[in-house]
């Protein structure tokens, strides 16, 4: 019986981790105009495998409004490159199965300008993502909608669009 243990090879080791399940997490917007210079909005973290996630994380960061009210705590700051914006950070040791959210209630008041809204979002075993969403705030709808890591827009070009 030999007693030294020998590499396996990589392309085996990658195909073990491949085959490991993992859930997908994801982030929904739905808007509610609820007046002139106001909407509602739900922001809900999702998970879209029927791996549960576990130890779900995630920043919401609002560019290009006035004001935010929610029951959580949004802090102002002054992001020397992106310009000024609202954060909320939330890390909990909740599981996340499929089919259930965690939804985040929120009223804005806009600018009568398109706004942006960031969600990022991590969980044990998964890697860092997140999405951007460019809102009209005369229609309550969402312009675009984009990969954080994905795409070729990137937040900071969303940004100049704008005209932050």
Request: aromatic share 10%; proline share 4%.
């Amino acid at each position: 019986m030999e007693t030294e243990a020998k590499p396996a090879p990589h392309g085996l080791v990658q195909a073990l981790f491949d085959k490991r399940k993992k859930a997908e997490l994801n982030a929904e917007i739905t808007i509610k105009k609820i007046s002139n210079i106001g909407h509602e909005l739900i922001i809900s973290i999702v998970n879209k495998a029927s791996t549960p996630a576990d130890k779900v994380s995630f920043i919401i960061d609002l560019y290009n409004i006035l004001s935010v009210e929610s029951k959580d705590q949004y802090d102002e700051i002054l992001d020397g490159v992106l310009g000024k914006k609202h954060c909320y950070t939330r890390s909990t040791s909740q599981i996340l199965p499929r089919f259930l959210d965690m939804p985040n209630y929120l009223k804005i008041n806009h600018k009568f300008k398109p706004y942006v809204v960031l969600v990022a979002y991590y969980a044990k075993d998964l890697d860092f993502n997140g999405k951007y969403f460019l809102i009209d705030p005369i229609n309550a709808s969402i312009i675009s909608e984009h990969e954080w890591f994905n795409e070729e827009t990137s937040l900071r070009e969303l940004l100049n669009e704008i005209n932050l």
